[in-house]
């Protein structure tokens, strides 16, 4: 183990890093009398986020120019990318009068995450042939990434009604109600389902569930497996898919446009198979789009937590399927992204190290937000406290970040208690030198999850008949802002409603005629009016760092 060594740091990293230390005896004590930061009036709240967070740069997002989202703003990285012309593969097709299709099954699911899996279970358990197309490989994704944990109202003290409001509260009333009274509600189903399945959540020896306080909720409802709680329910959910003889995977297969018939139904898909280079066409009685988020942009050049394959694929599909996007001008940033050490840049330190007592500390050593405020207020918070006060911690690269005081845990509930609640974490940082038991980390807001997306109703239904989607590719759930562990929670219970809902549609329509793409007609004649660069593409499957080329 190679040992971190202060003496390396700069001479203010280690001055402040002693008056952390300095001032951590009386918060603890004060944590310990009751007492907390106060939480901030809806007023400070609303000015804060204007002043300070990403989403409110103005000069950041552009409105949408062609479809049914046409005056809607996005950021401008994902603007260029959903107003791009379609990729060689697509084109080669559009030029086949009849295309033939190579693959046929009843439902496809694209993407391989949390969401795709879930419904390609239940799509499957109606009786479905299902075949999961997935980038990377089944399972790579934000799912399993995920820490903290799944927010459902279980406990005897809490019930779904207030997890409504709390979602609702967090979205800033922007979200689709019938949405996320259909997210509350299957909520305790999912989580019986999960563990019928075999996924191991933390208990206490009673055998009753652990469950915590997370930013923005008045009630402790989120379930964990220790900080991997992503990994251990994507093992199980994985399993089970794979276990099941209906359900066949493809993986390294992106998915890069949507075929239609003549009546403006989904027939199928173009993919691109990243290793043998090559296109497949799949016809299918039903398509359901999981295909994540858009962390990999990295909008406004901040660094992400999500996976590598994050690059908004589902909605540059979308969009020039003509569907309606909502939402989406407003992104996650998690306040707590790795600062430093600085080979972990944007990696996740999850919410629940701050569910636990650890909290968000100024280079003097003060608290100046509460750790629990919503996700999108803490963040403005730091990049108040670092840009506007000059707070922040400068790392060692010139970076800034401000102190997430770790060891205080061990201090409020016990030693041990961070070995045992954050094994992935705790290890992880070991084998980089840092003990996170005597170490603070340095956080500063990392991209995290794309809020909005594409419209959905009910059971994952979208506009277009034969295409349904689930997962954070939708919009509507989450309104502005999500509040913690309703990630995984909509992934299943989305995922789940898609997948049946697509089966049965399987089932009742039949397959369809025609396969082809005129829905890009219109699309691309905008796109010349719009005079958009030829070299423009999407979708671009992999960040450009990890440039796939062409076909
Ligand atoms: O839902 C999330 O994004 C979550 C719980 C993240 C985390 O902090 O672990």
């Known amino acids: 183990m190679t040992e971190l060594n202060p003496m390396e740091l700069p001479d203010s990293f280690r001055d402040s890093l002693r008056m952390l230390e300095r001032s951590r005896r009386e918060r603890v004590a004060a944590v310990r009398r009751g007492e907390s930061f106060p939480l901030l009036s809806l007023p400070d709240r609303q000015a804060w986020l204007e002043e300070f967070h990403p989403d409110y740069r103005y000069d950041q997002r552009r409105r949408l120019r062609i479809g049914p989202s046409k005056g809607e703003a996005v950021p401008l990285e994902l603007a260029e990318l959903l107003e791009s012309w379609p990729r060689s593969s697509t084109l080669a097709l559009l030029n086949d009068d009849a295309p033939q299709h190579d693959i046929e099954t009843d439902v496809l699911v694209i993407g391989g995450g949390g969401a795709g899996a879930a419904a390609a279970i239940t799509a499957a358990e109606a009786g479905a042939h ?44 922007t979200n689709d109600p019938e949405l996320v009274e259909r997210l509350v509600s299957d909520g305790p189903e999912v989580l019986r389902w999960l563990e019928e399945i075999g996924v191991l959540f933390d208990k206490y020896p009673t055998g009753r569930m652990m469950v915590r306080h997370g930013g923005g909720t008045s009630r402790k409802r989120l379930h964990s497996a220790g900080d991997v709680t992503g990994l251990e329910m994507m093992r199980v959910i994985r399993d089970q898919a794979e276990n099941d003889p209906r359900i066949s995977v493809m993986n390294f297969c992106a998915a890069v446009e949507l075929l239609t018939d003549d009546n403006g139904r989904v027939s199928g898909a173009v993919l691109e198979r990243l290793v043998k280079k090559d296109t497949v066409v799949v016809r299918a009685k039903a398509v ?59 990696l996740l330190i999850t919410e629940k190290f701050r569910g636990l007592g650890a909290q968000l500390i100024n280079r003097h050593g003060d608290e100046f937000v509460n750790s629990l405020e919503p996700r999108d207020v803490t963040t403005a918070a730091i990049i108040r406290e670092c840009q506007e006060y000059e707070n922040g911690v400068e790392t060692p690269s010139g970076g800034q970040g401000i102190w997430l005081d770790i060891p205080m845990i061990d201090l409020l509930h016990g030693r041990g208690t961070i070995e045992r609640e954050f094994p992935g974490r705790f290890t992880e940082f070991l084998s980089k030198g840092v003990d996170l038991r005597t170490m603070p980390l340095l956080a500063y807001p990392t991209l995290h999850y794309q809020n909005g997306g594409v419209t959905i109703h009910g059971d994952g239904m979208t506009d277009m008949p034969g295409l349904y989607a689930a997962g954070e590719v939708t919009g509507g759930v989450h309104g502005n802002n999500r509040l913690m562990g309703n990630a995984l929670l909509e992934i299943l219970v989305f995922g789940r409603r898609a997948g049946r809902s697509a089966a049965e549609f399987a089932k009742s329509h039949g397959a369809s005629k025609g396969l082809g793409l005129s829905h890009l007609e219109s699309f691309m004649r905008r796109l010349e009016e719009l005079n958009v660069d030829r070299s423009r593409t999407a979708p671009v499957l992999l960040p450009s760092y990890g440039e796939v080329k062409p076909l």
């Open 130 to 173: 299902v075949l999961i197309a997935t980038k990377l490989r089944f399972g790579d994704s934000n799912t399993l990434m995920a820490e903290g944990g799944i927010q459902v109202a279980d406990q005897e003290c809490d019930s779904p009604i207030l997890h409504f409001l709390d979602a609702m509260g967090g979205g800033h009333f």
């Open 288 to 346: 359901i789009v999981a295909t994540g988020g858009l962390g990999r942009l990295h909008l406004q050049d901040f660094p992400t937590s999500n996976h590598y394959g994050a690059t908004a694929d589902g909605l540059v599909m979308a969009y020039r399927a003509g569907l309606p996007l909502r939402d989406l001008k407003h992104s996650q940033y998690h306040p707590t992204g790795i600062a430093f050490p600085e080979q972990k840049l944007g």
